[in-house]
């Protein structure tokens, strides 16, 4: 195994100034950090992660909560593209990611927060779980540095996708295409539920419809087959909606098969559009109208925020950070001549 002293001994420099130069110390010469560099590079030289971890106090191992409650794992487009961008970002400061087991198999099972301190994470990043959890709530207050994806904490950063404008937005472009009759059927009850519900009915009121209580259904995120049942239930009423939102993409395919199965077509008959903005809406026919969320952007914010506070915990800034989406137009929702 290459060590220091044989890459100090094959650039003719001191240990010491090879341990500076790939530790990017400012008193050695930027000249002389790339000879040294380049020469461990092609002696294979790895740095030793325990001795790394001895030395920084630090194991450059950071912990990934995530648990939907469809269990659709990292096959969930969404929040895969979050991750993506995450695991990314985190690899380049030098960081590793580490799944956490939160399954609960017996009595002997670790804590959520046990884990992370068996594994050492030097910090966890939380999404799509039940942040009401008792384990989870156990992790948030402790002295982990955590940040959290769609969900805010007090004393805790957050990276918000912002349901409220994405949602605004969303039904300002259905109704600029003519359409009044705007029915939803929102995911089950949670922060981003709340928000975008919120923001939905604030919205209609500001445009000055009247949305029916029976336009309003639920189904939980990802659920083909409930939100089916809904769009039937919807599709049933004596003056149905032309246009019906979904609480996501891949539910809103269980919507637009329902539509499908009464011979009706999309969008001349029922105009559909989801949320999320997943890879697949843009590359079948009709391209689905949906609000595209900024995954590569959040992964990105929370990899960067959770490594600030790792490192500088005394001057990162612990607040919400808001990523806004835009609306893709697609081709489910239809011009309506009022």
Known sequence: ????????????????????ALNDHSD??????????RKAKEMGYYPNA?????????????????????????????????LDSFKRTVEE??????????SKKG???????DHCKYRGFDGVMIACVDFYDPQVMELIQSDIPVVTIDHTFEKRISIISDNIRG?????????????????????????????????F???????????????????????????????????DLNDPPTCILYPDDFACYGGMNAIRARGLRIPEDVSVAGYDGIRVGRHIAPRLTTLKQDTECMGCEAAKKLIS??????????EPVVVGGTVYEGETVRRIDN
């Not at 195994?1 to 500076?20: H, N, P, Q, W």
């Not at 912990?63 to 929040?79: I, Q």
């Not at 969303?170 to 995911?187: D, E, T």
């Not at 506070?309 to 612990?318: L, Q, S, Y």
């Open 50 to 82: 325990q001795a790394r971890a001895l030395k920084t106090n630090r194991t450059y191992n950071i912990g990934v909560l995530f648990v939907d409650e469809a269990r659709s794992g990292l096959t969930h487009d969404y929040f895969s593209y979050v």
């Open 1 to 20: 195994m290459v060590s220091m002293k044989d890459i100090a001994a094959a650039c003719g420099v001191s240990i010491a100034t090879v341990s500076k």
């Open 201 to 235: 009915f604030r919205t209609v009121e500001n445009l000055g419809l009247i949305i029916p209580d029976e336009y309003i259904k639920e189904a939980a995120y990802r659920d083909t087959v409930a939100a089916y049942d809904a769009t039937n239930r919807l599709l």
């Open 309 to 318: 506070i790792i490192e500088r915990p005394k001057t990162t800034i612990v």
């Open 28 to 37: 050695v010469g930027e000249d002389t950090k790339v000879m040294i560099r």
């Open 167 to 199: 949602m605004e937005e969303l039904v300002r472009y259905v109704y600029s295409m003519g359409h009044r009759k705007i029915a939803y059927i929102h995911g089950v009850d949670s922060a981003v539920t709340q928000k975008r519900l919120g923001s």
């Open 93 to 102: 400061s030098g960081y590793d990611i580490t799944f956490i087991n939160s």
């Open 107 to 113: 009595r002997n099972q670790l804590s959520v927060l």
